[in-house]
């Protein structure tokens, strides 16, 4: 299981920080992976990480904000969330999968979402 946490209200400009932590599986076998879903809208991709923490992939809104990172020795992978905009606002979810990839699809599991609320 995943289970995702740290969301909150913030103003916009202001930062937050997403963790996840796996148990019952052998977290290094998985690519991990953040998503966000807003009010009436699909899930949609945000970033992802391979094993080594080297190679790291975003959705271009996040890039030059977020950071995402994992330490395998805890079965954690982090979103690092920086200048925060109104339209960041959504659910946010952790998934873990075989391949490094923007469709939900592809993830084989999911933590329960964390709400992130940004206001003007």
């Known amino acids: 299981q995943l289970q995702a946490s740290g969301g909150g209200s913030v103003q916009a400009g202001g930062s937050l920080r997403l963790s996840c932590v796996a148990s019952?599986?052998?977290?290094?076998?998985?690519?991990m992976g953040w998503f966000c879903q807003a009010p009436g809208k699909e899930r949609e991709f945000v970033a992802a990480?391979?094993?080594?923490?080297?190679?790291?992939y975003y959705v271009d809104s996040a890039k030059g904000r977020f950071t995402i990172s994992r330490d395998n020795a805890k079965n954690t992978v982090g979103l690092q969330m920086n200048s925060l905009k109104p339209e960041d606002t959504a659910v946010y979810f952790c998934?873990?999968?075989?391949?490094?990839?923007?469709?939900?699809?592809?993830?084989?599991?999911w933590g329960q979402g964390t709400q992130v609320t940004v206001s003007s």
């Open positions: 990480i391979k094993w080594s923490g080297v190679s790291t």
């Open positions: 998934a873990a999968g075989p391949l490094v990839t923007g469709y939900t699809g592809r993830y084989d599991y």
């Open positions: 019952g599986l052998i977290f290094g076998n998985f690519k």
